[in-house]
Structure formats: structure tokens, C-alpha cells
């Protein structure tokens, strides 16, 4: 429990702490408005006082003990200024600039979510409190630092902090041969379930050795043989089936990052909402598990997210259920072409042992967006698109068995954004109807923690050049399907056609904001990932039939082998 714990934390300072922002007080400013927020609309939904609302439905309720402390931490140092709030009518972001966690540097707009008291909307300039800020620190690698990494029995969590946050790769495996038996931290949620994490030649994904006639080397549930016959059943199920791996190597919206809705909504919050925040944390707040390209499983959390599941996955296993447990999410958030090849290096294939597989390459936003102030001058350029892709599909046609098939996806335009989402209310400010989506991307920009500041841009011109880089490298993307060759693989290009995807869900009675993400207003939600799907295996049977190619063994092979021993 005391190692478990001490990872958790470990990754709670990888999100919380990693300097990635430090804008006008960036994370630690955006978590003390939240719970300043929060508590303040419980205060109105339960007739009592702040402090006892925070405490009572989201302290008490937090799933651990580590969790358990840094909300009491915070709500120790808010206390006194929470009283405010009613007394002296400020809202939750002046609470904070009072409580030091917010602030306002030179030149910089005053940050804020809800609407400003009239006594401070005219206010210019409100520093950082050297009083209670602590200094900006620099953020070293834990490779390098800290000290307390070399530690007796700290040494080994720290190396295996690395192994998680740098290399994505299963926090626990006890063989190394980069599959878990156990669900988060990059687990089987992310690759399919280990079979004997004691045997590094046994994993999902493998040809089977010696026809698995002894035990099931490829963990796909079949093993043993016919009793009549004698012949392994690995030969006779599978052997002529074209067994085929699926590999989702991208970004945020491949790992299908979602925040959950009901966090924000304090007339729903209760002493389970975040019963499942550990697993939302272990998970970095991806839910690859019910993915469009790896979704293995039903919704097991609707109260943390809603909507049916679809995967490329899921057809293929469909049909033939020789591919079972055979998916790879190597995703990563805030993935883009710079960083994809050593991402790429997390991908488990040997070109001898191995099935071949299906590559879904999918940058569709990080390229162009950005939080600087001048996002046009951080998005990637054309050339340098080019080169990055054309490293990594090098490196991959070096690892992948030879059979494989590579997807690569354009960009997506992130216009929708602004046009649909702006002038919604957001789920923090559904009690009093007083914060729209608008003024969540202007906040977040504030803080410097916008994921897109492109098109999370009240700017039209901006928002359009950024579309307009965006189709350039997409242009890219087609042209070297079309020019480059690779030994291993074959290619395909597919346009992430948003526009194509809100016709499909507009057909089954839906609206276009309802396909995407109700917390960042970014993000493709359950429902985008459902209908993407559907849309994705449209665009694979055309352009390689032969990977849907039914096993005619499957009923046999469900007679046999029932669940083929699951997934968890």
C-alpha cells in the first residue's frame, strides 16, 4: 500500500508539478479556482458554509489518502479566505489572487473564469503575493534530480516512475517484455493482458510456439489440442487466418483524454463521484480502453463518462477471434510529430516472432496547436512535418513484421471549436448559468494551460491560420503515402473529416457540440470516438479488405473456448 501510494503521488507531481505552466499561477491557480468554485455553488445547493461543503463532498470523498491531504492542504490554506466569498462578495478567482495562488504578472491580463465583483473590474495590475507564493522553481528531470531518488528504497520507484512517464510503458511487468497483468499505469488498458508475467516469450501479439500445444504463448485464450486428432488448435483455428495486431500510435484525442463532466457539476457531486479518480489518475486521464482504435470493453463508468464504445479493435477481433487481446495504445498526451519517434520505440514487435499489425498514426492537433502567445510561430512547419513523419515510419518499417499496414491521419480543423462550443455553458457554471465555454479557453490561455490557443481563440483570423497550417501538414501527411515506400508496410492516408462525423451523428438525432469533450471543450468525446469508428473501418475495407477477412473457425473457437479467458 505504502508503494502504491507513493507512485500515485509520484504521478500526481508529474501532472501537477511538471512546470509545464507557470502562467499567472497556471495549475495551482486553475485547482484552487475549481475548489473555491465548486464549494461555493455546494454552499448554495446545501444551505452551508463553504469550508464544510468542500470538506464534506469533495475532501471526505477524494479515494485516498494522498488525495485525502492535498485537498485538506489547500482548504487549511484557503480557509481564511473563504469567508470572503460571502462577506465580502469576491468570487473564487479573487479568493485566490487573496490566497497567493493566482496572481497577475506584468503586462498580463488579470485571469479569471467567473464573473469579476464590480470593485475589481477595473483593476490593471495585480502582482504575484511574494508573501504567499513560493518562488518559480525549475523542473529537473527525476533522472537527474532529486536527491532524494537515490535513497534507499526510493531509488527503484523513482526508475520506475521513469520507466512510465518517459518510456509509456507498463509501470508493472514483472518479465519486461512491455505487457501487464494488472489495468492502469500503461497496464491492459493500454496493451492486451499478459498472460504469464513471469516468461518474457509469452505476450500478447506473438505466433504461437510450438502451435501452443502446451500452454498459450500469444494469451489469446487458445492452446492445447483436439482430442480426436491431436492437432494443436492453434493450427486448426488459426493457423490460415491472417492474424492482425492494432497499434493506436498518437496523441491525447488517440488516448482519448476526458476529464470527467460531473467533477464540475455540484448538484451532482455526492460521495461517489470520485470514487474512480484513482483509476482516472493511474490512467493520466486517457481512457484508451474505450477508444476508437483499442476499445476492448463496455462503459464500466457512466457516471464518468457517457456514450457507446466502437474500436478498430473490436472488428478485427470480431472478425477473427485469433486477434484476441492483440492491441497496442501507445498514445501519448500532448504527442506530436517532434516526439513521435520515441514514443514509436515503446511499440512492442519482433519482425520473427511476431504477427504483423495495424498502425494507426494519428496526429490530428498538437502540430499547430500550442499555448504560446504567438501560436503561429511554435506550429511545426511543413518541412520539419515531413521529416518527423518520414523518421518514424522509418523506425517502424525497422521493427514491424513484414504483412504490416501503416494509417496515417491529417489534421484535424479545430474551427468547430469555437463556432459550436463558445457561447455554451460550461458544467461549471451550470448552477448560476455564469461561465460559457468562451471564457474557460480565455482562462486557460490566461494561465497559460491551453492545450490549442489557435482555435480556443475569440481572434477569427487566428483561428484561420491555424486551420491553414493545419491543412498544409496534412497535405504533407497524403503526399508521403503517395511518394515514400517501405519494405514492411503498406500505407494509407485518411482525412479526420470532423465535418463527415457530426453528419453521422446529426443522422442519429444528435447536435455537433455533443461530439465533443464537456469539460476542456477540445477533446473528441465517447461519442466522437464511437462514430470514428464506424467511419475508420469504412476507409480500412477500402483500402485493405483483406484485414477484415473472417475466420470461418470463430463459432468453433467460442464453442471451445468461451471468452477465450477475457480481458482483466
Request: glycine share 8%; aromatic share 10%; net charge negative.
Amino acid at each position: 500500500m505504502a508503494r502504491s501510494s507513493f507512485l500515485c503521488f509520484l504521478l500526481l507531481f508529474s501532472v501537477i508539478g511538471s512546470g509545464i505552466a507557470d502562467k499567472n499561477g497556471g495549475i495551482g491557480c486553475a485547482v484552487c479556482t475549481y475548489l473555491v468554485g465548486m464549494g461555493e455553488q455546494l454552499s448554495q445547493v446545501h444551505s452551508d458554509t463553504i469550508v464544510n461543503v468542500i470538506d464534506k463532498y469533495i475532501c471526505k470523498n477524494m479515494p485516498a489518502p494522498v488525495y485525502q491531504k492535498i485537498c485538506d492542504s489547500l482548504l487549511d490554506r484557503l480557509g481564511p479566505y473563504l469567508i470572503d466569498v460571502i462577506y465580502e462578495h469576491e468570487s473564487p478567482d479573487t479568493v485566490c489572487h487573496k490566497a497567493g495562488l493566482c496572481y497577475q504578472e506584468s503586462g498580463s491580463d488579470f485571469c479569471h473564469i467567473f464573473p469579476l465583483p464590480p470593485k475589481v473590474k477595473k483593476l490593471k495590475f495585480h502582482p504575484r503575493s511574494t508573501v504567499h507564493s513560493p518562488k518559480k522553481r525549475e523542473v529537473k528531470a527525476f533522472d537527474k534530480d532529486p536527491s532524494w531518488c537515490n535513497l534507499p528504497g526510493l531509488d527503484e520507484l523513482c526508475k520506475l516512475y521513469d520507466k512510465f512517464t518517459n518510456g509509456h510503458l507498463p509501470l508493472q511487468d514483472g518479465d519486461t517484455d512491455k505487457f501487464s497483468i494488472t489495468e492502469g499505469l500503461r497496464g491492459s488498458y493500454w496493451r492486451g493482458k499478459d498472460c504469464n508475467d513471469r516468461n518474457n516469450g509469452v505476450y500478447p501479439g506473438r505466433k504461437a510456439n510450438d502451435a501452443d500445444k502446451s500452454y498459450d504463448s500469444n494469451c489469446n485464450g487458445i492452446h492445447g489440442s483436439d482430442l480426436g486428432s491431436g492437432t494443436p488448435f492453434e493450427t486448426l483455428f488459426c493457423n490460415e487466418s491472417k492474424q492482425l495486431g492494432i497499434v493506436s500510435l498518437g496523441d491525447s484525442a488517440s488516448a482519448h483524454f476526458h476529464i470527467p463532466a460531473n467533477y464540475f457539476e455540484a448538484d451532482k457531486l455526492d460521495e461517489k463521484t470520485f470514487q474512480n479518480l484513482g483509476m482516472v489518475v493511474e490512467n493520466e486521464f486517457d481512457w484508451p480502453q474505450l477508444s476508437a482504435m483499442t476499445g476492448f470493453m463496455k462503459n464500466e463508468w457512466p457516471e464518468n463518462i457517457s456514450g457507446s464504445v466502437k474500436s478498430i479493435y473490436g472488428s478485427l477481433l470480431q472478425n477473427n477471434l485469433c486477434n484476441h487481446r492483440d492491441y497496442q495504445s501507445i498514445s501519448v498526451n500532448g504527442a506530436k510529430s517532434s516526439s513521435i519517434l520515441n514514443i514509436a520505440k515503446g511499440l512492442s514487435r519482433n519482425q520473427t516472432t511476431d504477427h504483423p499489425v495495424l498502425i494507426n498514426l494519428a496526429l490530428i492537433g498538437n502540430d499547430v496547436c500550442n499555448g504560446n502567445d504567438d501560436t503561429l510561430a511554435a506550429m511545426t512547419t511543413p518541412a520539419d512535418y515531413r521529416k518527423n513523419m518520414v523518421e518514424t515510419l522509418k523506425y517502424l518499417d525497422s521493427v514491424v513484421p513484414k504483412g504490416s499496414y501503416v494509417i496515417i491521419s491529417g489534421l484535424a480543423d479545430g474551427t468547430i471549436l469555437w463556432d459550436t462550443m463558445s457561447n455554451r455553458t460550461h458544467p461549471i457554471g451550470s448552477i448560476n448559468g455564469d461561465v460559457t465555454y468562451a471564457d474557460v479557453y480565455a482562462w486557460l490561455h490566461c494561465l497559460g494551460l491551453t492545450p490549442c490557443a489557435g482555435w480556443m481563440n475569440s481572434n477569427e483570423t487566428i483561428r484561420n491560420l491555424t486551420s491553414k497550417r493545419a491543412a498544409e501538414l496534412s497535405d504533407v501527411g497524403h503526399n508521403i503515402t503517395l511518394t515514400e515506400n517501405f519494405n514492411n508496410f503498406k500505407m494509407n492516408y485518411y482525412k479526420y473529416d470532423i465535418d463527415e462525423l457530426i453528419r453521422r451523428w446529426e443522422a442519429q438525432g444528435g447536435e455537433a457540440w455533443q461530439i465533443i469533450d464537456e469539460v476542456d471543450g477540445f477533446h473528441p468525446n465517447q461519442n466522437a470516438q464511437y462514430i470514428s469508428a464506424g467511419y475508420l473501418v469504412e476507409k480500412l475495407e477500402k483500402a485493405f479488405p483483406e484485414i477484415f477477412k473472417i475466420n470461418p473457425n470463430n463459432a468453433k473457437i467460442q464453442k471451445v473456448f468461451g471468452d477465450q479467458g477475457g480481458y482483466l
